[in-house]
């Protein structure tokens, strides 16, 4: 009861003082609404992408950041520049060997590119594929047909990014080299006196034939210029290829190779593979094969004459099944520098051989998921930064 008198003998004021406070609720009601969650996040100038994507050494990261939105893919072309950073690939065969994946070599990372071939339609056919690296294309020269019977054989240039494709018809049966030259298709052989051509958006192939009395052994293109190496000598040239009369016309630059600087044997040529690494026009010589040992040569123009070098400022050269494939600049991620990346007809594995020590390294194919071919084959790389 007395509690109850307290209660009552409170003052008027204090009992209006009482209803005028607001409770808890209704104070936090009244403070300012708290920004969305979105709101805090910092912003990124999409124009800074390219910055990102020059630091991306994984061609499925690459893609994933193209893929993040509209503003990002439109200022993330596929050109040269934005691919400088990403590492070589190999193009190798799976275990049912009419599909090819994309490796990352350093990652040991399979990507989710897959390249199928048509199988043979019966037993009695058969099917005979070569792959050509273009920098980050394949030109994948095809040989079908029916035991006993004319085959057919079939070019087509492929993008590996976007998976566009080109078909030609094959020139001929058993064309060993293929060079992209501006909007054309070169074809040739070794030792042959004809370059065969068509333009990649014509399907007519036509044969220019060199007029002097030389054969090619190797073909480049260096700055916009076409050279050659030619026999009798192994000399350099400059080709220009007239299409108006079908003919190839030879400017000998010199440069002639003999025992030694290139390993001569009687019963087979040397192998020389004219290169490029950073403008400058390059000679491979494969001088030993057990163990290998490899000279490399640069072209002199004011001295007319090959320079041995023992640097390649950092850079690396790639050749696949004897044909070269590109060069990379220095300061690859797990890529040696001033080295050759070779891969021939093996299990998959592939070589390097450093022109600082002389040392020749294998590297044993230990592909993931599935991909371990049951059959030798050899390996093409694939360089995305020559897109």
């Known amino acids: ?84 950073s990403q590492a070589p690939l190999l193009f190798v065969p799976f275990e049912d060997t009419e599909s090819h994946a994309l490796f990352h070599p350093t990652l040991r990372r399979i990507h989710r590119f897959r390249f199928h071939r048509t199988p043979p339609a019966s037993d009695d056919e058969y099917t005979v594929t070569d792959f050509h690296s273009l920098g ?46 501006g909007d054309l298709v070169l074809t040739w052989n ?14 007519d192939w036509n044969v220019a034939s060199i007029i002097e009395p030389y054969k090619l052994h190797g073909l480049i293109c260096v700055n916009g210029v076409l ?16 299409e108006n009369q079908n003919s190839v016309e ?14 001569m044997h009687e019963e087979c040529p040397p192998q020389l593979h004219l290169a490029e690494c950073c403008g400058e026009l390059i000679l491979i010589s494969t001088m ?28 690396t050269l790639f050749l696949a099944d004897d044909r070269f494939v590109g060069c990379l600049g220095p300061h690859h991620k797990d890529i040696r520098g001033d080295s050759i990346y070779i891969t021939e007809l ?23 998921g599935g991909a371990v071919p049951k059959d030798r084959c050899t390996p093409v790389w694939v360089l995305p930064s020559m897109y």
Not at 34 to 47: D, G, K, N, R, V
């Open 227 to 242: 050279y050659a190496l030619v026999t009798p000598g192994y000399i350099l040239a400059v080709i220009e290829l007239s």
């Open 190 to 203: 070794y030792f042959d006196r004809a370059i065969r051509y068509c333009h990649l958006a014509a399907a």
């Open 1 to 84: 009861m007395a509690a109850a008198n307290h209660r009552r003998s409170r003052s008027p004021q204090a009992n209006r003082t009482q209803r005028r406070s607001p409770p808890a609720n209704r104070r936090r009601s009244r403070s300012p609404a708290s920004p969305p969650a979105t709101a805090s996040l910092p912003y990124f100038p999409p124009e800074l992408i390219p910055e990102v994507a020059r630091r991306l050494t994984s061609l499925q990261d690459f893609f994933a950041l193209r893929a993040a939105c509209r503003a990002y893919r439109a200022h993330l072309p596929l050109t040269s520049s934005n691919l400088a």
């Open 288 to 315: 030993e094969f057990d163990p290998r040992v490899y000279h490399v040569f640069k072209w002199k123009f004011g001295d007319a004459k090959w320079e041995r070098i023992t640097s390649l400022g950092g850079c």
């Open 250 to 263: 030879l400017a000998l630059l010199g440069g002639n190779l003999d025992s030694s600087t290139v390993h």
């Open 136 to 181: 980050c294309r394949l030109a994948i020269y095809e040989i079908r047909g029916l035991v006993g019977q004319p085959s057919r054989c079939n070019l087509s240039i492929v993008d590996l990014f976007t998976g566009e494709q080109t078909f030609r018809s094959s020139p001929t049966k058993g064309m060993s080299r293929i060079l992209l030259y």
């Open 346 to 368: 093996t299990d998959g594995d592939w070589y390097e051989y450093s022109l600082d020590d002389g040392s020749f390294n294998r590297f044993v194919a230990e592909y993931p």
